[in-house]
């Protein structure tokens, strides 16, 4: 069992940049690719980064690729989000995930914990 919670989101100017944080209960957070979505209104929840459990492998989604970079820290139990050159399009709820597996993940319905979402919001 993974609780997680993530930390970091609000209102930035475009262009701007933000470090999103996703804290991780348990004591196995080593085993499990992390997964990073967003969810703006009126919008399905769409993938946006992840990484697999050691760091190696890292994928992104080509909107934010170059301009976000996914990260974890397993001693800390906890992953990152860094997102730099912040678009108005960007704004969105984040949500940070987990599931247990080496491998990269970009289905949401594959994964099968989930944060609560931090608002990050990106004004023109």
């Known amino acids: 069992q993974v609780q997680l919670v993530e930390s970091g989101g609000e209102l930035v100017q475009a262009g701007g940049s933000l470090r999103l944080s996703c804290a991780a209960s348990?004591?196995?957070?080593?085993?499990?690719?992390m997964g990073w979505f967003r969810q703006a209104p009126g919008k399905e929840r769409e993938f946006v980064a992840c990484?697999?459990?050691?760091?190696?492998?890292?994928y992104y989604a080509g909107s934010v690729k170059g301009r976000f970079t996914v990260s974890r820290d397993n001693a800390q139990n906890t992953g990152y989000l860094q997102m730099n050159s912040l678009k108005p399009e960007d704004t969105a709820v984040y949500y940070c995930?987990?599931?247990?597996?080496?491998?990269?993940?970009?289905?949401?319905?594959?994964?099968?914990?989930w944060g609560q979402g931090t608002q990050v919001t990106v004004s023109s």
């Open positions: 990484i697999t459990p050691n760091g190696g492998t890292t």
């Open positions: 348990g004591r196995t957070f080593d085993t499990y690719t």
């Open positions: 995930a987990a599931v247990a597996t080496h491998l990269v993940v970009i289905w949401s319905y594959q994964y099968h914990y």
